[in-house]
């Protein structure tokens, strides 16, 4: 109950606060802004908008072409002909008209549009090269059909990655709630009289912890509506939700132990800014890892991916995220608690890491 109750005061004081209002809906027009730039460039994209190369050998081909009458019209200074490349042009043996060739297109491959162009101009210059030759007989353009597979890479980023890390950010803005709620407690002085009280020191952490958690909650479930809102497909919105507020706890309570140590803002500040470093690293190195081409869920972030993907998951996907999660709770708030019930730590003189480490 008391739990609750210290829960209760934390949300109470939070929403009261002008300046935590204003924080929350600048961030929403911020986001706001954000996914219009996102549809923007979606369809930019979906346009087909051409990247124009600069350098020679910009984009790359696969060619096979026994009689060398579209393969010897194309440009080296924009392609490069090597039988490793993502995209192949097969052309058939030239017996007469009609001409027939066969480009197959990687849709990952960003430089798409660069092969098509080029092929379809070597066309258009072979097409008038065999007119010229076949003068007295009417002569049918070259058919060249394009198959395409696989989604368009920056759509990948834009639609599973960037809507993963837009979910995820409100886990990192709203870590100066933890901050202002545990060091403006020494900093106000008013800590001596919170602890007086009769709550046990663990309930006062975890209750601060709470109600940053259902901030963040409250955060996420707004930025997913808005986010859908505004055209992004998001098969599995219910599991993608609780799977970024589950993964908000390990870093409120990350930022809760640096907070308890911590003796002033300046001090907690610093830690904070080098433990998110590496909790984005933790969330978003599997992300990248697991768009090119690896598959496992190393990550909660991955596993948000794949359900905004509306992928098939298997307990190989939900295990190690969830299992991973569990551990860093654990070991983050059993460490915030263990400090918080420290006098020494909590009034000073504050023991350094090292000692602590020693003479828990």
């Known amino acids: 109950m008391n739990l609750l109750t210290v829960t209760k005061w934390e949300l109470r004081g939070t929403f009261r606060s002008r300046k935590f209002l204003f924080i929350f809906i600048f961030q ?4 706001s802004l954000t996914i219009f730039m996102f549809s923007g460039f979606i369809e930019m994209i ?8 600069s350098l020679r050998g910009f984009a790359e081909l696969s060619v096979t072409d026994p009689s060398g009458i579209i393969s010897g019209q194309l440009n080296p200074d924009v392609l490069y002909i090597h039988g490793g490349a993502p995209s192949r042009l097969l052309v058939d043996n030239f017996t007469g008209i009609p001409l027939n060739a066969t480009l197959y297109l990687d849709y990952s491959d960003p430089r798409r549009t660069v092969v098509r162009d080029e092929v379809e101009a070597a066309v258009e210059r072979a097409s008038t090269i065999i007119t010229r030759e076949l003068i007295e007989t009417p002569t049918p353009r070259p058919e060249v059909r394009e198959e395409t597979r696989g989604e368009a890479l920056p759509l990948q980023l834009v639609r599973r990655v960037m809507v993963s890390i837009l979910l995820f950010l409100p ?4 870590g100066n709630l933890v901050v202002d709620s545990i060091v ?6 008013t800590g001596e009289a919170l602890i007086a009280m009769p709550i046990r020191r663990s309930e006062i ?6 109600s940053v958690t259902a901030t963040v909650a409250l955060q996420v479930g707004v930025w997913m ?3 859908m809102a505004a ?3 998001i098969s599995n919105p219910a599991g993608a939700y609780l799977t970024v507020v589950l993964s908000s706890t390990p870093i409120i309570g990350l930022t809760a132990l640096i907070s308890v140590y911590a003796k002033n803002y300046r001090e907690a500040g610093i830690g904070i800014t080098f433990a998110y470093i590496i909790a984005a690293a933790y969330l978003i190195v ?15 972030m991955t596993l948000t991916i794949k359900l905004i993907a509306g992928v098939n998951l298997n307990a190989a996907d939900l295990i190690p995220p969830l299992f991973s999660v569990i551990i860093l709770n654990i070991l983050f708030y059993g460490l915030a608690v263990r400090l918080f019930s420290r006098d020494d730590v909590v009034f000073g003189p504050r023991p350094g890491i090292l000692r602590l480490m020693v003479r828990p």
């Open 28 to 31: 929403i027009l911020v986001l």
């Open 231 to 233: 055209g992004f497909q």
């Open 205 to 210: 952490i975890i209750g601060k912890c709470l």
């Open 286 to 300: 599997p992300a990248l890892a697991y768009m090119a081409g690896s598959s496992g869920s190393l990550s909660p």
């Open 171 to 174: 886990v990192f803005l709203f």
């Open 46 to 53: 979906g346009e087909g908008s051409t990247f124009t190369p």
């Open 225 to 227: 509506i808005l986010i």
């Open 184 to 189: 403006g407690e020494k900093e106000r002085k």
